[in-house]
């Protein structure tokens, strides 16, 4: 068996051993039978400090009972996925490009995913349905791998999957959209880095990163071995309350992954995920963050602010001129924008 697979074997799944781990003193706060089940990575639980419910890598894993609140405005499909469907697993949402579900399985759930109530389980497994699609539309010329967590299938599936891709000409680029090397580095393995080195796709690679203590020598070693194939890679960030929203710990992670050549690429507004809205930062205040990271940093290591507003062109940039338009309309910002 894959090392990495070994390693994944160790995740936290029980919220009872997690609290022996981290020597919790449990309070009414925590959701011990939660929907969408706990699933950490040791390395990321080695991280946390211990004997505190605070910790900022813990908040995004450990149940809380807030998700069993209802929200206004909180939906269980929050960027209208469902909607976008060209097969079960094929969502088309922007011009040219196609979001592939690769799988429903990841390296860990993020208590804030906005696709924990997507509807994974559909036959077949070998994508040809997908392929076919993609084949037939000459108006794609990317295809984003996501899921789940596209690294969470073998070498060995991901090889045959990139081949088929690569024999439709049409075809110019593939995009990871992957956490998988935040909890398991170790899934960067020297045959994966060979089916990237073999396709003839120009490839992109997303790591999706929160928290400046997210990223150790390891996380970012493994980034380097894709990088000096030639591989971009860029990071996509959730800004959540009590974990990521102030100036000092934005600054420190774009710090930190533009030192390593790594390009901070979107800083997201949270989807409004049901369950989720305790992890909400106003819009307001994510702008007044962008604004204190433009005095603090260069250009290239400030990501775009960006809410996805389902049924537009592109992600939404989120700009003060925008926000004071939806103001003025006085509704919601996405129906605002439509």
């Known amino acids: 068996m894959e090392q990495w697979r070994q390693i994944q074997k160790n995740n936290f799944r029980h919220w009872k051993s997690l609290a022996e781990f981290l020597k919790l003193d449990l309070d009414k706060s925590f959701f ?12 990321l639980a080695e991280k946390i400090e ?3 419910l605070n910790d ?3 908040l ?10 209802a929200s206004p405005g909180f939906l269980s499909d929050p960027v209208e996925d469902t909607s976008f469907q060209k097969t079960p697993r094929l969502l088309k949402k922007y011009e040219g490009r196609v979001l592939l579900i690769a799988t429903s399985a990841c390296a860990m759930h993020c208590r804030f995913c906005f696709r924990q109530n997507y509807p994974y389980n559909q036959p077949p497994l070998d ?7 993609i084949q037939n539309d000459p108006s794609i010329h990317e295809v984003i791998l996501s899921g789940g967590d596209p690294l969470s299938l073998s070498d060995q599936r991901l090889a045959t999957l990139i081949e088929k891709l690569a024999t439709i000409p049409h075809l110019k680029l593939l995009r990871f959209h992957t956490r998988f090397p935040i909890g398991i580095p170790e899934r960067i393995t020297s045959s994966f880095l060979d089916i990237l080195e073999k396709t003839r796709l120009q490839t992109f690679f997303l790591l999706h990163t929160n928290h400046p203590r997210e990223l150790d020598p390891d996380v970012l070693q493994a980034m380097k071995k894709i990088q000096r194939l030639g591989i971009p890679v860029l990071t996509q960030t959730v800004l959540i309350r009590e974990v990521n929203d102030n100036t000092a710990t934005l600054k420190e992670l774009f710090l ?3 030192a390593s050549g790594i390009v901070p690429y979107y800083l997201h507004q949270l989807d409004r995920v049901q369950g989720a809205a305790h992890f909400e930062v106003s819009r307001e205040k994510g702008l007044q963050l962008i604004e204190a990271l433009r005095k603090e940093l260069p250009g290239y290591a400030i990501p ?5 507003v389902p049924h537009q062109k592109s992600k939404t940039p989120l700009t003060y001129e925008a926000l004071s338009s939806a103001q003025e309309c ?3 910002f996405s129906e605002c924008e439509q």
């Open 50 to 52: 211990k004997k505190t």
């Open 32 to 43: 011990s039978h939660p929907y969408f089940p706990l699933n950490l990575p040791r390395r």
């Open 256 to 258: 930190k992954l533009a």
């Open 127 to 133: 994508f040809s349905r997908e392929i076919k699609a």
């Open 330 to 332: 006085s509704t919601p």
């Open 56 to 58: 900022p890598i813990l």
């Open 60 to 69: 995004q894993f450990f149940p809380h009972q807030k998700e069993n609140v």
């Open 304 to 308: 775009t602010y960006v809410q996805e």
